[in-house]
């Protein structure tokens, strides 16, 4: 389960929720993935991505995108780790994300995570959002792509993990 996070002082309860959700929903994603034989995390199903693996690898890559822009860069590309959609390096990279993402947000202010975050997206077009309504996004986009990763897994055989909000809720207790 998720541990309290550092950043408690200074994020909403919802955002922290939130946070703390997709988490979870992530690791039940990843452990279902871990199931799978590799040839079937690497199986083309038509979908946004084409398999399992490049589908958890966007997901992953999105997170380390968004960090970097709230930091203040705008990377033109995602790392290569995302190009090549090794499970257990994905996992890795995602699992260093949420700890400097924990750490970026327990540095900040109220007030901060209300400001406008200013960034370039990959193709290099300008964006501006508050940092709170991009917190939402990251987690919004996560559910979205998990729901494919569900999708794929039931095409597999496998049976997906149950990673919606309300059981979070439940199992949260």
């Known amino acids: 389960m998720y541990s309290e996070p550092r950043y408690s002082r200074v994020l909403s309860t919802e955002l922290q929720t939130l946070l703390a959700y997709n988490h979870w929903a992530n690791a039940l994603t990843f452990d279902a993935a871990d199931a799978l034989t590799e040839a079937q995390r690497r199986e083309p199903i038509v979908s946004s991505f084409p398999s399992v693996a490049a589908t958890l690898a966007h997901m992953a890559g999105a997170e380390w995108v968004w960090l970097r822009r709230w930091k203040g860069e705008s990377p033109s590309a995602v790392p290569e780790w995302v190009r090549e959609a090794d499970i257990a390096t994905v996992r890795a990279q995602l699992a260093e994300i949420e700890r400097e993402r924990d750490e970026y947000l327990a540095s900040l202010s109220a007030d901060d995570v209300e400001r406008e975050v200013e960034y370039r997206t990959l193709s290099g077009a300008a964006g501006r959002t508050k940092l709170s309504d991009l917190i939402r996004h990251v987690v919004n986009h996560a559910s979205y792509h998990r729901g494919q990763v569900t999708t794929m897994l039931r095409q597999l055989g496998a ?15």
Request: hydrophobic letters at 25%; glycine letters at 14%.
């Open 159 to 173: 049976t997906p993990p149950g990673t919606d909000y309300v059981l979070y809720l439940r199992v949260r207790g």
